[in-house]
């Protein structure tokens, strides 16, 4: 598929479940691959990115079983990963580089990883500096780009890190590192990132602690058990239907089994500011996770100020955020999210560029946005970019717009979402 086409919707009304989270997926292949003993992972998300993530521990003596849904994954150990016969290709997934580059620093051989030319333009000196200062000698193309090539100490040094930039992959890349270091491995960052492998190796027993910006896990640590998970849904994929039903009025969506981790509703609560009904029923711990029946009722929408301390629990909600602000009175003043132009694209200047297309009025700002409300969106041909996340949002703008979308590269959704269009398409 290359093309989409997407129309108005009338109401929503319907009870839908959404494919698994991404993230954890991510973290739970790496850290039973890790483990001791064979681990079961139920409901992991089949999508690109999880694939280049299973792809990588494969190439690396891994035995990963597949069973419809659930994953069983025979760990080689802390220590017990082999090195590659060629390259490790990420694809377009920056977890898996990130993440993947802590683990090689408690190996002892050299690899290389590589990326699709999204990726190969993404900054990795965030991970670089941090591990160089824990002793792992890493090379890159210009000392910045993919690819990376690591070659393991086994035993990197415990440090301290300051991260200028709020990310969970590059705080998740020096925890990884650090469970191989002597003693406490302390990582700071401006705001609170999504905390899914501090949740993940707490579970597993790993020494960690966290406390407001800090968090900091003490090495070395001997062993993780096997561990048998379920992944909850993806509050990220959620938040695409639960947008359409909140510029709906009258609609109601119900979304079953979703994580509703602190860290990652930044989306809802923006939503539910906004005047729209949002409750969560149900909550319940799943797997180390807090996982919630989400209901939305649609409304009428006034727009806000999203600050820049919002932003890492709605990072990849942003361009969605915008499309609903099209629709809200006022104006939305979208602050601190300098960290979109970095993603798998320039997520500021896509989705300015293409709902402008639409007969949006938004203004694109070094680190934000400015989006002006009541806009009614007329249908176009838009461009993905080839992201997951501009593709689906602009779907959601189209389903609200005038007349028909098209929307070209509409295949990237499979990098988080299989079955996206065919669920639009149904409610
Ligand atoms: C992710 C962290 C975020 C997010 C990405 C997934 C993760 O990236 O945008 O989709 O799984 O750790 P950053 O850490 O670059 O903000």
């Known amino acids: 598929m290359s093309e989409a086409r997407v129309y108005r919707k009338g ?5 839908i479940t959404v494919p698994p989270d991404k993230s954890i997926t991510h973290r739970a ?14 409901g992991f998300l089949d999508s690109g990115d999880c694939r280049s993530t299973i792809n990588v521990m494969r190439a690396m003596g891994v035995e990963i079983r597949e069973n419809g849904t659930t994953l069983t994954v025979c760990g080689n150990g802390l220590r017990g990963l082999r090195p590659p016969a060629g390259v490790l290709d990420a694809g377009n997934s920056g977890t898996t580089v990130r993440l993947v580059s802590g683990i090689l620093a408690g190996q ?4 290389t990883l590589t990326g699709d030319s999204s990726l190969s333009r993404r900054p990795m000196k965030r991970i670089i500096e941090p591990l160089r200062r824990m002793g792992v000698d890493v090379k890159a193309r210009d000392d910045e780009w993919l690819p990376l090539t690591i070659r393991g100490s086994g035993s990197p040094v415990a440090v301290e890190v300051h991260s200028p930039v709020a990310s969970a992959q590059v705080k998740s890349c020096v925890l990884l590192a650090g469970l191989y270091a002597q003693g406490e491995t302390v990582f700071h960052e401006p705001v609170v990132s999504r905390d899914h492998t501090e949740r993940f190796l707490s579970s597993l027993g790993v020494p960690i602690e966290t406390s407001g910006t800090r968090t900091s896990v003490r090495g070395p640590v001997a062993r993780l058990p096997a561990f048998d998970t379920v992944v909850p849904g993806d509050p990220s994929s959620a938040a695409y239907f639960a947008a359409l039903t909140a510029m709906l009025p009258g609609s109601h969506l119900t979304i079953r089994s979703i994580c509703v981790n602190p860290t990652r509703t930044g989306f809802l609560t923006a939503l539910s500011k906004m005047g729209v009904s949002v409750s969560l029923q149900d909550v319940r711990e799943v797997s180390g996770e807090p996982v919630a029946e989400v209901h939305v009722h649609g409304g009428t929408l006034r727009n806000i100020t999203v600050e820049p301390e919002d932003i890492p629990s709605l990072i990849d909600e942003v361009p969605l955020l915008a499309v609903v602000a099209t629709r809200a009175d006022g104006v939305m003043e979208i602050r601190g999210a300098g960290e979109l132009r970095v993603k798998e694209s320039d997520r500021l200047a896509a989705i300015t560029q293409e709902l402008k297309r639409m007969g949006a009025r938004i203004v694109e700002k070094t680190d934000g ?3 002006i409300g009541n806009t009614t969106l007329r249908g176009a041909e ?16 189209g389903s609200v717009a005038e007349g028909e979308t098209t929307i070209t ?15 639009l398409a149904r409610i």
């Open 11 to 15: 109401q929503v009304d319907a009870d």
């Open 29 to 42: 292949i790496m850290l039973a691959s890790l483990a001791s003993g064979t681990s079961t992972i139920r």
């Open 108 to 111: 002892v051989f050299e690899a």
């Open 369 to 371: 946005l400015i989006v």
């Open 382 to 397: 838009v461009s993905s970019r080839g992201d997951h996340r501009i593709a689906m949002s602009l779907a959601i703008a």
């Open 409 to 423: 590269d509409a295949e990237c959704t499979g990098i988080s979402f299989p079955g996206f269009w065919d669920l």
